[in-house]
């Protein structure tokens, strides 16, 4: 079983409507979430950070964590076509070591 | 401005070469992190470093090396060891102890095996 895991997709889903980002991970002892949105060709760059069960909204981002099922989503509102993007979870294990293990990636495409 | 960067942006290689790829930050951050992506895959840690003087190996270090002198450099070298090296490479930092606020990243380097 891999670490981090996320559907590689492509999702396609139409301007406006709400775009659904899933993610599961096997260590119980994971504390800290985080999606990151790539471009192709460029570097990742942080969307959103999650260390307790429940929701946390920034904007057009909701990004949702059960530590019991070990399941951390993202969801995108209103979904334009500029977050067509490949969204990243990253997954770390403990605080004090920062360091992140990363799932493959899901490729979302938003249509006109 | 602070920040992280990579270079160069494109790297070529012949069969046999060694190659190093550079990793700049001027934002004292004290952790430093270099990994490989390839087509489709996410990010697989290849060697990171919380201090100066020290690193550690990730989950894809072989045939790999790197050096931490300075807190603001990180350089990773391919060598002739690594028989699979075309990837994009990708250098980050963060802060310590101050619990995970996430990475920060550089632009990245794409070598190419030719």
């Known amino acids: 079983q891999k670490e981090v895991e996320q559907n590689s997709g492509p999702l396609s889903v139409p301007e406006g409507a709400i775009a659904s980002l899933n993610c599961t991970y096997s260590?119980?002892?994971?504390?800290?979430f985080f999606w990151y949105r790539q471009y192709s060709g460029k570097s990742p760059e942080l969307i959103m950070s999650?260390?307790?069960?429940g929701d946390k909204e920034d904007g057009r981002f909701t990004a949702q964590l059960n530590k019991a099922s070990q399941y951390v989503s993202l969801l995108i509102r209103d979904s334009q076509p500029s977050d067509s993007a490949t969204y990243l979870c990253?997954?770390?294990?403990?605080?004090?070591?920062?360091?992140?293990?990363f799932g493959t990636g899901t490729r979302l495409t938003i249509i006109p | 401005d602070g920040g992280i960067t990579q270079s160069p942006k494109y790297l070529f290689r012949k069969e046999g070469q060694n190659v190093t790829l550079s990793c700049e930050q001027n934002?004292?951050?004290?952790?430093m992190y270099w990994y490989r992506q390839d087509p489709g895959q996410g990010l697989r840690l290849i060697y990171y470093?919380?201090?100066?003087?020290?690193?550690q190996k990730g989950d894809i270090a072989e045939g790999y090396s790197v050096s931490r002198e300075k807190k603001e450099s990180f350089p990773l070298t391919v060598t002739s060891a690594q028989k699979n090296p075309t990837a994009f490479y990708l250098c980050?930092?963060?802060?310590?102890?101050?619990?995970?606020?996430?990475?920060?990243f550089g632009s990245g380097t794409r070598l190419t095996v030719v």
């Open positions: 980050a930092s963060s802060l310590q102890g101050q619990g995970p606020l996430g990475y920060t």
């Open positions: 260590d119980r002892g994971s504390q800290s």
């Open positions: 999650i260390y307790s069960n």
């Open positions: 990253a997954v770390n294990l403990n605080f004090g070591n920062e360091k992140l293990t």
């Open positions: 934002l004292n951050h004290d952790a």
């Open positions: 470093s919380q201090i100066v003087n020290d690193f």
